[in-house]
C-alpha cells in the first residue's frame, strides 16, 4: 500500500476547513483515511492556522508515505515560520543580554 499525506476538506461553502491526513494514493480526498495528523484553517491568525503533530508526521514520512503537493506547500510555510520566531527569540536574547 504506498500512503500519500494530504489534505481533506472540510467546512462550509466558502469557510473550508482541512485535515491534514494519510491516506491510501488511490482513494478519494473525502473518503476514509488511516491517520490524522493535524488540521488547517485558512480563516484563522497566523499562530492557530496550521496545527501538526511533528512527530506523526516524521513517523510516516519514514515509513514511505509522499506529501501531497497542498501539503508541501504548508509545510514549508512551517518551517518558514518555525525559522522566524527561533531568529527573533534568538535576537530578544541577544538584546536582553546586551541591556543588561
Do not use: C
Request: proline letters at 2%; zero cysteines; charged letters at 40%.
Amino acid at each position: 500500500m504506498s500512503a500519500v499525506i494530504r489534505l481533506t476538506r472540510l467546512g462550509k461553502k466558502d469557510k473550508p476547513f482541512y485535515r491534514i491526513v494519510v491516506m491510501d494514493k488511490r482513494r478519494k480526498r473525502e473518503s476514509v483515511y488511516i491517520d490524522k495528523i493535524g488540521h488547517y484553517d485558512p480563516f484563522v491568525q497566523e499562530k492557530d492556522q496550521i496545527v501538526v503533530d511533528t512527530e506523526k508526521l516524521e513517523m510516516w514520512l519514514n515509513r514511505g508515505a509522499e506529501l501531497s503537493e497542498g501539503v508541501r506547500k504548508l509545510w514549508k510555510r512551517i518551517q518558514r515560520s518555525f525559522a522566524k520566531n527561533t531568529t527573533k527569540k534568538e535576537a530578544d536574547k541577544q538584546t536582553s543580554k546586551d541591556n543588561s
